[in-house]
């Protein structure tokens, strides 16, 4: 089993949708979680840190849900410039290595 | 720019030659990752700097690469007699700690194809 999972999509929205990503992992003793954004060809770019009280940055929500080992992103109102593929980023606890997902691809259509 | 470079941006190689690749991290961050990403994956973790040590190496670092950060500064990964599986993008990241927060940044990594 993948440390970290998720949906690997394409998610094909219209723009103006509401999309979710989700995404588990492993290990228990995990220490911080991230959404990255990377677009074709370009490296990672942190779109934000994931908190369990839950955390919002604009139109992009991002949840964490310990006991289920859950991350979640919710995009509203989606734009053409969402079409990236999300990674979902986990710090294990061990050491300072990050431990990502495959990523989820993101397509907003007009 | 202030954000972490790395260079070369391409290269083009054939099996069997050795390969090197540079890092410039943010300069107040004192440490210093290196990830590898092949298609259709996410970044994985191959090793990590913090100033001139090195204190972590991912099982994927096989004794054909090698990584240095002599300065503490600027990071170098080598990669000797290369195989068509190690092309990959290689990604640097650096950090450093604000407060509680600690935050990788990536550079534009190298793509390295080996013919």
């Known amino acids: 089993r993948k440390e970290v999972e998720q949906d690997p999509g394409p998610f094909n929205v219209p723009e103006g949708a509401t999309v979710a990503f989700n995404c588990t992992y492993s290990?228990?003793?995990?220490?911080?979680f991230f959404w990255y954004r990377q677009d074709c060809r370009k490296e990672p770019k942190l779109l934000m840190s994931v908190y369990s009280s839950g955390n919002e940055d604009g139109r992009f929500t991002a949840q964490l849900n310990r006991a289920s080992q859950y991350i979640s992103l919710l995009i509203r109102d989606s734009k053409l410039s969402d079409s990236a593929t999300y990674l979902c980023?986990?710090?294990?606890?061990?050491?300072?290595?990050?431990?990502f997902g495959a990523g989820t691809i993101l397509r907003v259509k007009s | 720019d202030t954000g972490v470079s790395q260079d070369p941006r391409h290269k083009i190689t054939k099996r069997g030659q050795n390969v090197t690749f540079r890092c410039d991290p943010i300069?107040?961050?004192?440490?210093l990752y290196w990830y590898r990403q092949t298609l259709g994956q996410g970044p994985e973790f191959l090793t990590y700097?913090?100033?001139?040590?090195?204190?972590?190496k991912s099982r994927l670092l096989s004794d054909r690469f090698s990584a240095e950060r002599p300065k503490g500064s600027f990071s170098t990964l080598e990669i000797q007699r290369t195989e068509q599986g190690d092309s990959a993008m290689y990604l640097c990241?650096?950090?450093?700690?604000?407060?509680?927060?600690?935050?990788?940044?990536f550079g534009p990594g190298t793509r390295l194809l080996v013919l």
């Open positions: 980023v986990v710090n294990p606890g061990y050491g300072n290595k990050l431990v």
């Open positions: 990241a650096s950090s450093g700690i604000r407060g509680i927060e600690e935050t990788q940044y």
């Open positions: 290990n228990s003793a995990s220490q911080s």
């Open positions: 700097f913090q100033n001139e040590a090195q204190l972590e």
């Open positions: 300069s107040e961050h004192n440490r």
